[in-house]
């Protein structure tokens, strides 16, 4: 498989194809081969992931007019959340097309949520240098179509770190912070220790293989454990 063939797969020709190559290279595949650190697809996973919040708040707020401020904030993140840019990732088979290091490929990398989410981010910031906004909202929409109508009707999984910002903040301000307690691993396969601090009190611990992940399961943490502390 190469890059002409994942430009079929997405629908989407790029004047310029090594900001492709570099969006679907993972760090791994940059340390193994010794090259510069730039050459993975971290700055663009960081652009991509801004421009895919620009764009679904485009979309939501010009689709639902009469939907308030926090309900849109909630949709848009159970949209733009790691799994649901996993599911768009692996439905448009991003995983084989991804340019990792031969151990990050013997222990599953092709298949793991996070490396996937963050190379569709990193798509998303390459169409954005490539086209511009009209190109990287078209692929947006066209790819988040079904879960952006899913979100809508309500059929989306949670996101436990919208529902318990929800919840402290119905008693009054939510003095919550997401603390990396520590990172263990190679830099290409690091797992991430994140608490939920409440009023400077832990409430909740998670660990994942990106920050993101781990959050969201220190949320759940919190959620699970309601009853051990005043919300």
């Given at each position: 498989?190469?890059?002409?063939?994942?430009?079929?797969?997405?629908?989407?020709?790029?004047?310029?194809?090594?900001?492709l190559?570099?969006?679907?290279?993972?760090?791994?595949?940059?340390?193994?081969?010794?090259?510069?650190?730039?050459?993975?697809?971290?700055?663009?996973?960081?652009?991509?992931?801004?421009?895919?919040?620009?764009?679904?708040?485009?979309?939501?707020?010009?689709?639902?007019?009469?939907?308030?401020?926090?309900e849109?904030?909630?949709?848009?993140?159970i949209?733009?959340?790691?799994?649901?840019?996993?599911?768009?990732?692996?439905?448009?088979?991003?995983?084989?097309?991804?340019?990792?290091?031969?151990?990050?490929?013997?222990?599953?990398?092709?298949?793991?949520?996070?490396?996937?989410?963050?190379?569709v981010?990193?798509?998303?910031?390459?169409?954005?240098?490539?086209?511009?906004?009209?190109?990287?909202?078209?692929?947006?929409?066209?790819t988040?179509?079904?879960?952006?109508?899913?979100?809508?009707?309500?059929?989306?999984?949670?996101?436990?770190?919208?529902?318990?910002?929800?919840?402290?903040?119905?008693?009054?301000?939510?003095?919550?912070?997401?603390?990396?307690?520590?990172e263990?691993?190679?830099?290409h396969?690091?797992?991430?220790?994140?608490?939920?601090?409440f009023?400077?009190?832990?409430?909740?611990?998670?660990?994942?293989?990106?920050?993101?992940?781990?959050?969201?399961?220190?949320?759940?943490?919190?959620?699970?454990?309601?009853?051990?502390?005043?919300?």
């Amino acid at each position: 498989m190469n890059d002409l063939d994942f430009q079929r797969v997405i629908k989407y020709e790029f004047q310029n194809v090594d900001l492709l190559k570099k969006a679907l290279t993972h760090s791994s595949y940059v340390n193994e081969e010794r090259m510069n650190s730039t050459e993975n697809n971290e700055r663009l996973e960081f652009l991509g992931d801004a421009i895919l919040d620009a764009v679904i708040s485009d979309h939501l707020y010009r689709s639902l007019n009469d939907v308030e401020e926090g309900e849109l904030t909630k949709l848009r993140s159970i949209i733009v959340c790691e799994r649901s840019l996993a599911s768009c990732g692996i439905a448009l088979s991003v995983g084989d097309y991804l340019h990792l290091g031969k151990g990050e490929i013997n222990s599953g990398g092709r298949s793991r949520s996070s490396i996937i989410a963050d190379a569709v981010e990193a798509i998303i910031g390459a169409i954005y240098l490539d086209r511009g906004w009209n190109a990287v909202q078209d692929f947006v929409i066209r790819t988040f179509y079904a879960l952006i109508k899913d979100a809508i009707a309500g059929r989306l999984h949670m996101d436990y770190k919208s529902e318990i910002q929800e919840r402290l903040q119905s008693n009054g301000e939510a003095d919550i912070s997401y603390i990396i307690e520590k990172e263990e691993g190679p830099d290409h396969d690091k797992v991430f220790y994140t608490n939920l601090l409440f009023k400077g009190k832990i409430i909740g611990s998670g660990s994942g293989r990106s920050k993101k992940e781990a959050e969201q399961k220190a949320a759940k943490q919190a959620l699970e454990r309601g009853g051990t502390f005043v919300f």
